[in-house]
């Protein structure tokens, strides 16, 4: 299957789904001048349309699946939690929502905050989901935390949603994974629990998160943090600008780790997703 991408930071979501065999991306859009230029680095063949705003989606390629996880300060406890009211944050998912609307994919996939549960005392998800609804989707979601594949405590929230009228994908709750997600997972968590790195904040930033080695303290490397998310070593450190391909600074490779969805719980979801589709024999 092809994918489209929204708010693509710097392919957290995309390179999961991509690892998983589910799907290609064919297109993205993101605006932050190092998120896209990390894009274009690692998809030079691919077009950036930018900002979601402006775009029209009779311009985009059809594809099979729309991922994006919308800005989620305001619904993010550590935020001023204004929620979908809260300015143009979170008011693209309502730019989501008229694209997916308007291309129809059979599924996509939206992250976001688990503040979203609780800010402006749960209306805000209740509208959200809503919206989504409205569009033509039937959707189903659950609380994920990074922690079950990788040492970081980030929980986020995953949804999954289809077009109605069709076949409705079995992705969660969890536990119920067909067995390669299970065998994937099993994997995983073999992997984390041979990692000496540890580090329960949310966002990985500079200053803040740290690693103990020998009751010693240093900062997480931006290395270090690529591994905490799942990206392959350096996924960061190189994007291709105007002037050509350039380094990175530690500044912004910290933040982009610390925007970007978890790849190896997209790479779970797109697991078993794909499952399912086997199992199905689902185009």
């Known amino acids: 299957m092809t994918g489209g991408s929204l708010f693509s930071g710097c392919f957290g979501m ?10 290609e991306i064919a297109w993205y859009a993101e605006i932050d001048k190092y998120a896209s230029a ?100 039937d959707c189903q979601w659950q609380v994920l935390n990074t922690i079950w594949f990788l040492p970081q405590n980030r929980e986020r929230i995953y949804i999954v949603g289809h077009l109605r009228g069709q076949r409705r994908p079995e992705v969660f709750p969890i536990e119920h994974m067909p067995l390669n997600a299970k065998s994937f997972v099993a994997r995983l968590d073999a992997q984390r629990h041979k990692k000496r790195i540890r580090n329960d904040n949310n966002h990985q930033r500079e200053h803040e998160s740290t690693v103990q080695l020998y009751n010693n303290t240093r900062y997480l490397t931006p290395v270090e943090c690529e591994r905490l998310q799942g990206f392959p070593d350096n996924w960061t450190k190189y994007g291709m600008f105007d002037a050509g391909v350039k380094q990175i600074s530690d500044t912004q490779r910290y933040k982009m780790a610390g925007n970007a969805v978890s790849v190896v719980v997209a790479e779970a979801i797109g697991t078993i997703i794909k499952g399912w589709l086997d199992d199905n024999a689902v185009d």
């Open 14 to 23: 995309e390179h999961g789904l991509e690892r998983a065999g589910l799907c």
């Open 38 to 137: 990390v894009c274009k680095y690692h998809k030079p063949e691919l077009r950036n349309y930018g900002d979601a705003t402006k775009i029209d989606p009779a311009e985009l390629p059809d594809t099979d699946i729309i991922t994006f996880g919308w800005p989620c300060q305001d619904n993010s406890i550590a935020g001023k939690r204004k929620g979908l009211a809260g300015g143009t944050r979170s008011s693209l998912l309502t730019e989501a929502v008229r694209i997916i609307g308007a291309k129809k994919p059979k599924y996509f996939i939206a992250e976001n905050v688990p503040g979203l549960f609780s800010v402006n005392d749960g209306y805000d998800f209740y509208t959200a989901i809503k919206m989504l609804t409205d569009a033509g989707y």
